[in-house]
């Protein structure tokens, strides 16, 4: 008989709280095969693990459970303790009886202690069963892809490339530098962004070890953690950027004007364009979408447009040219998409979208921008004028889930005080109203950076929802009310800001689904865990950082990105990866080869034997879901060590059967 010791954790009053941990342990003395049981305030603590390892080996112990809490916890840290002192680490089980016990039954110790015992003895039943496992090794490839240029993707890009590894950044705008690049200063500290980005680019396209794929997207993923082949879409920038001396001749024959997305509608371009209209060193693409050359009606001449060739004196336009694919082998992914903001059409009874001075915060970033539109003049976009009201309307689609999105977008608060303290620098005269629900500055020097603004340029906070937004002659009528003083007020603006939404980038939930990762209900990409392992995502190798995860201001977001590098480094500093054993096999003579587990495996972990004609896993990839197991008729899937007779077993004891089907 396997001798086996049960370690029962307080988790500090988490567990002790509900559970007598005295009446557990003499409990699971009495089990069949316990030789030894104890219980610690901490088992996860150093001390904690050291009881562990004395017991393994005074007792020579040949299973183990840990009564504590989630095994999504600790469950690494008992195995890795277990396996220093000679006991294998797939003999060791954590019994979870904080969140499946003593959070439940929080007011009756009786039956959370009782409870507690019952799972102890189901989970030893596992142990008893469980297979000794060896590690799956896998080789690595020491390159990196990164789906997305802005902040995020670029410092991740640069930290990993100046570690020594090749880097892919695959970036669908025309230039890469995302949101960041609308955006005119930092806040707290008033800092000049531009050229802080501006640095960052020159570092990323002058780096030998990263290579850059712009107008591009994910067409296809496949392969595994260390071994991912990742096929690239290019679509065509008609310009041949080796050739083009950006003397701008193209870009003043172009007979298209259309709203210019990067300075958020304040502006025209023309189909052939630079992407950010401020940056002349950027050197033109054309948008197909807007060219009348591609155009499905053909012109009356019978001739398409090619007033851009015609023009260009070094022949660096062709019209003529496709898309092309690319692939890149890597060994890991990250995920960094970005954000967009939710569109201010969606607030119709604040004007978004119908009236011109109704504008959202890029666009007031695009207005105090020097290189923006207005030159860094905070005009009115309806006639050009200086506003000496601005109302500044917070949570603009936020924290609203009956109608809009439910979450606070975080960086809100602070970019407004911004935003308000930089219109006063340059308006000396004017008047701020900020309409807010909570001010949420929880970071360093924010709560003083909003102090100074109100102290200093005055500026007059309101808390309460704006009930409406409309237009009245020249002025815009906003009905509020202070909820503080119970008030309802009407205020007479030249200018409103929307502090909108963030919402995560379009076309994000077709990419999580090519790249196998998961997302939340808000659309946002999901992490492992949100404390044990907040930068990876559900498939082994994919990362995440930015935005894409969840709103960030840009301090967070670099934080995030950094953090993402470290973690790849740490798996590229192996030469080959460990892989978890614990997963899906196949009985093969009972699979019929019919092939239903083969579409139902989200990870594509599952392959058709065509010499035997069963199904057969690829353990590299597979991440023990048990969608396979779930999905076979003839029950030939089974997870190693949790087969469905150990889980019958842990039932039955559970359930007090007298017998085991």
């Known amino acids: 008989m396997k001798k086996l010791g049960v370690f029962v954790c307080w988790c500090g009053s988490n567990i002790a709280s509900s559970v007598d941990v005295d009446q557990a342990v003499a409990g699971a003395l009495k089990l069949d095969g316990v030789v030894h049981a104890e219980n610690y305030m901490y088992m996860c603590s150093d001390p904690g693990q050291q009881k562990v390892k004395d017991a393994i080996q005074e007792k020579n112990l040949d299973g183990v459970v840990v009564a504590c809490c989630s095994p999504r916890m600790h469950e690494n840290t008992f195995r890795k303790a277990a396996g220093s002192v000679g006991l294998n680490s797939y003999l060791l089980e954590i019994a979870n009886i904080r969140e499946q016990c003593s959070w439940v039954h929080a007011n009756n110790k009786p039956v959370a202690t009782a409870k507690a015992i019952s799972i102890i003895e189901g989970t030893l039943d596992k142990v008893k069963q469980n297979l000794p496992l060896e590690t799956i090794t896998i080789d690595l490839t020491k390159r990196v892809c990164v789906v997305g240029g802005g902040i995020a993707g670029i410092m991740s890009a640069l930290d990993l490339a100046d570690a020594g590894y090749d880097v892919v950044i695959i970036e669908k705008e025309p230039a890469i530098g995302g949101h ?26 002058a780096h030998p070890r990263i290579n850059l794929y712009l107008n591009a997207e994910v067409d296809e993923l496949e392969g595994y953690v260390g071994n991912f082949k990742v096929t690239i879409r ?75 060739v015609d023009a260009c004196t070094e022949n660096s336009i062709d019209l003529g040219a496709i898309r092309s694919m690319q692939e890149e082998l890597v060994g890991a992914i990250v995920m960094a998409t970005g954000y967009d903001l939710y569109s201010p059409a969606n607030l119709p009874e604040y004007g978004g979208g119908q009236l011109p001075d109704v504008i959202d915060g890029l666009a007031f970033e695009r207005l105090i921008d020097p290189k923006g539109p207005t030159g860094g003049k905070i005009l009115r976009p309806s006639d050009g004028q200086v506003p000496q009201t601005v109302v500044f309307i917070q949570c603009a689609g936020s924290r609203d889930p009956e109608r809009h999105k439910a979450y606070c977008s975080r960086a809100c608060c602070m970019y407004t005080a911004k935003q308000a303290r930089l219109y006063k620098q340059q308006v000396n005269d004017g008047t701020v109203y900020i309409s807010y629900m909570d001010i949420r500055s929880d970071s360093r020097d924010f709560e003083e950076f909003v102090q100074q603004g109100m102290e200093e340029e005055n500026l007059v906070y309101i808390r309460g929802r704006v009930a409406k937004v409309f237009a009245e002659g020249s002025v815009l009528k906003v009905y509020t009310a202070d909820t503080l003083s119970g008030r309802q007020l009407e205020i007479e603006a030249d200018l409103v800001v929307l502090a909108m939404a963030m919402e995560p980038k379009n076309g994000v939930r077709e990419l999580a689904k090519k790249m196998n990762v998961t997302i939340d209900g808000d659309g946002f990409l999901s992490e492992t865990h949100i404390k044990l392992y907040p930068v990876e995502s559900s498939t082994k190798g994919v990362y995440l950082a930015g935005c894409g995860q969840s709103p960030k201001d840009i301090t967070d977001t670099v934080s995030q990105a950094l953090a993402t590098a470290g973690k790849i480094q740490t798996m590229f500093s192996n030469e080959t990866l460990l892989a978890d054993p614990l997963v899906a096999e196949v009985k093969e003579d009972v699979c019929s080869g019919c092939g239903i587990c083969v579409d139902i495996c989200p990870y594509g972990a599952r392959v058709m034997d065509d010499f035997k004609r069963i199904s057969a896993v690829n353990q590299a990839v597979c991440q023990g879901c048990g969608a396979c197991i779930a999905a076979c008729p003839n029950k030939a899937c089974e997870l190693i060590n949790s087969t469905s007779m150990q889980f019958i077993r842990m039932i039955d004891d559970f359930a007090h059967k007298a017998q085991v089907v």
């Open 234 to 308: 290019t679509k065509p920038a008609f310009v041949d950027h080796q050739t083009c001396n950006n003397c701008g001749k193209c870009l003043e024959v172009c007979p298209v004007s259309v709203s210019d997305e990067f300075n958020r509608g304040l502006i025209q371009r023309a189909a052939i364009f630079r992407y950010n209209q401020g940056d002349d060193a950027q050197l033109p693409v054309i948008s197909q979408a807007d060219c009348l050359h591609f155009s499905q009606e053909e012109p009356e001449t019978g001739e398409k447009c090619r007033l851009c």
């Open 180 to 205: 960041v690049a609308q955006i005119s200063t930092t806040f707290p500290y008033f800092q000049n962004v531009p050229e802080l980005l501006q640095k960052k680019i020159a570092e990323v396209e």
